[in-house]
């Protein structure tokens, strides 16, 4: 058999894999047909384009960097304690469960979920705020790792070319929060390029705006999220002997469980069966829709989060070694600002986002800085701490 006649019988596959999802899917999940890119790409290809989306960011060098960042615990001279990577694909796992058995598109989910922490810095959320407090003090908005996640995807990797993802994925990817505690999420559908990037200067200009993803896919990511850390979290501090078991609260075990695994077996069930999504072949789609948890469950959630805050993620234990991390950062800020701002960067014996430099102008010397110490790895951060003359923090 030819090549040519093993392309086309592709090409057919994809057709009736288009086709299904129509019958497969809830009317109200987004269809791989419905992805809408930038630029229009005339190349032929077999994937379908949330598949795409999924294979083009575990290639990017962004995702490569997910191997050594922090998630919660750094310094930590443990390999069972969870780093960035695994987070991500824990995150995949879990909302490509739900999103199956509420009948959505799981190439979508993955994309997102692959992509949502991409551009988180070094050392986690407190990197984050490091970064942030640099980045005001050099007149550039608070920094953001979900704003940074769609600026090195869409625009700064390849070379500055960016990877043209759909808007569906960089939307979800834009509106994942974790943090911020939601019982239930009703997607904010017809996203097109000019919404989303909309959206994107609003969340830049006002970082408290609370952003809904434009899709159910969307949604489940963001919920998928907390379900993927929160118990993990404990599980890891267990470890580390930060807590015992039997400190977290009664009211929450005795209705999520004990374990990671119970915890995240409790929400995902929970949030399967109190979502409001219609079911394939539906036509009576007056109903609201949403993806959400019980009240009950809701609540437990949300106690067993602020017990996180406060024995975990602020424990002194965990913030030990931040004072001297934040003077890194602002040591290595400053170090590469003045050789950006002289032009004298290619005396440095690190590559200042020099292929993506021609979309910076020549008075964002602050901008380049930022979008190059937001991808490094914990352990570059530290060597290139070091390399100036900083003190840095060792593992324990």
């Known amino acids: 058999?030819?090549?040519?006649?093993?392309?086309d019988e592709l090409f057919s596959t994809l057709e009736m894999l288009n086709d299904e999802e129509q019958n497969r899917l809830s009317?109200?999940?987004?269809?791989?047909?419905?992805?809408?890119?930038r630029q229009q790409e005339n190349r032929e290809g077999y994937r379908q384009q949330f598949a795409l989306d999924a294979d083009r960011i575990?290639?990017?060098?962004?995702?490569?960097?997910?191997?050594?960042?922090?998630?919660v615990f750094c310094l930590v001279e443990n390999d069972h304690i969870t780093h960035?990577?695994?987070h991500v694909q824990l995150v995949s796992r879990i909302a490509r469960t739900i999103g199956r058995f509420l009948h959505l598109n799981e190439d979508l989910i993955e994309a997102i979920a692959l992509g949502h922490d991409i551009g988180h810095p070094p050392f986690g959320h407190d990197g984050e705020s490091f970064l942030a407090e640099l980045c005001q003090e050099h007149g550039l908005p608070p920094f953001q790792h979900n704003l940074q996640s769609v600026r090195f995807l869409d625009r700064l990797e390849r070379k500055g070319r960016g990877w043209n993802l759909s808007v569906q994925t960089l939307?979800?990817?834009?509106?994942?929060?974790g943090e911020v505690h939601s019982r239930a999420l009703s997607p904010q559908p017809n996203i097109d390029f000019a919404g989303f990037d909309e959206k994107y200067r609003a969340k830049e200009a006002n970082p408290?705006?609370?952003l809904t993803p434009a899709t159910l896919e969307g949604c489940v990511v963001r919920l998928a999220d907390t379900?993927?850390?929160?118990?993990?979290?404990?599980?890891?501090?267990?470890?580390l002997e930060l807590i015992t078991r039997d400190e977290v609260p009664a009211e929450c075990r005795e209705i999520l469980g004990e374990t990671n695994g119970t915890i995240v077996y409790t929400l995902v069930t929970d949030l399967i069966t109190n979502s409001r999504v219609p079911a394939p072949?539906?036509?009576?789609?007056?109903?609201?829709?949403?993806i959400g948890f019980s009240q009950e469950v809701s609540e437990a959630l949300r106690r067993l989060k602020a017990f996180n805050y406060e024995r975990i993620y602020l424990a002194p234990v965990t913030k030990q070694d931040y004072p001297r991390i934040r003077e890194c950062y602002r040591a290595l800020f400053a170090h590469y600002l003045k050789h950006a701002e002289n032009r004298s960067a290619s005396t440095l014996q690190v590559d200042l986002m020099s292929d993506a430099a021609h979309c910076y102008q020549p008075d964002q010397a602050a901008a380049m800085v930022r979008d190059f110490i937001a991808g490094m790895t914990d352990d570059y951060f530290l060597h290139q701490a070091a390399a100036i003359g900083c003190q840095i923090p060792v593992k324990r």
């Open 58 to 71: 575990l290639h990017s060098r962004s995702y490569t960097r997910y191997i050594d960042k922090t998630q």
């Open 27 to 37: 009317p109200l999940a987004t269809l791989s047909s419905s992805a809408t890119r």
């Open 227 to 239: 379900i993927a850390y929160i118990g993990r979290d404990i599980e890891d501090a267990i470890t």
């Open 208 to 210: 408290s705006l609370g």
């Open 171 to 177: 939307d979800g990817i834009l509106c994942h929060d």
């Open 84 to 86: 960035r990577v695994l």
């Open 1 to 7: 058999m030819s090549a040519r006649i093993l392309q």
């Open 281 to 290: 072949g539906m036509s009576d789609l007056l109903h609201p829709c949403a």
